[in-house]
């Protein structure tokens, strides 16, 4: 891969990982309730999850949205009702032990499987990787290029995810009352539903363009 090709990929990948979206809010707000340490594999899970779906869709699955792309509409409605779900999930939650994602409704951060396998339901996660692979994968290089896209995205996303759960953390005590808990969590909420309102019009663009 060129070298500017490689420093523009660099730069899509910190700039789609640093950003709010889904995976970045869940991180704060499970930040704030676990703690750093506790959330670690949720971070290595979501920069895992995400190197997968790079190697699937890079090697195969985006041919058959091509094809198919009322299948890919679908994928959208179906993350978008999940994700709001998961956003009222944790608006409601009323303590440390109600936290992000459905782990966390028994007192559990959410694990590395459970935040690799939420990638699959993640609408920013499908545009990020889908974007990365049309943009950098070069025609005749997809076998070669598809690894470098994976491993730039590990490198550039883990420390950008981190400081979101990071921050969480840093907020940890300030939630210890209920009061502010509670704010706090229909504030994550709120923001969550905002970070998917983009790849919700994404998702049905080619519906109302039909």
């Known amino acids: 891969m060129q070298t500017e090709i490689l420093l523009a990929l660099l730069s899509f990948c910190l700039v ?65 009702a999940y994700l709001l779900w998961l956003a009222w ?12 994602g459905e782990a966390a409704v028994r007192g559990e951060p959410l694990g590395a499987l459970g935040a690799a396998a939420f990638q699959w339901v993640n609408p920013k996660a499908w545009a990020m990787v889908l974007g990365a692979v049309a943009s950098f994968a070069r025609p005749g290089h997809i076998a070669m290029d598809v690894p470098v896209i994976a491993l730039v995205l590990i490198i550039v996303g883990l420390p950008s995810i981190t400081l979101w759960a990071g921050s969480g953390s ?27 309102l983009p790849g919700v019009w994404r998702g049905v663009a080619p519906l109302v363009s039909a």
């Open 170 to 196: 840093m907020l940890k005590g300030v939630l210890a009352r209920p009061g502010a808990l509670r704010i706090f969590n229909w504030s994550m909420a709120a923001l969550l539903v905002a970070s998917i």
């Open 89 to 100: 999930r944790i608006a409601t939650s009323t303590g440390p032990s109600t936290g992000p």
């Open 16 to 80: 789609s990982t640093i950003t709010p979206g889904p995976n970045n809010m869940m991180l704060l707000s499970s930040g704030a309730t676990f703690g750093l340490r506790r959330t670690v594999p949720h971070i290595l899970g979501i920069s895992g999850g995400c190197a997968v779906m790079v190697f699937v869709l890079g090697w195969g699955l985006a041919g058959i949205f091509d094809r198919a792309p009322a299948l890919y509409v679908a994928l959208h409605i179906a993350s978008t």
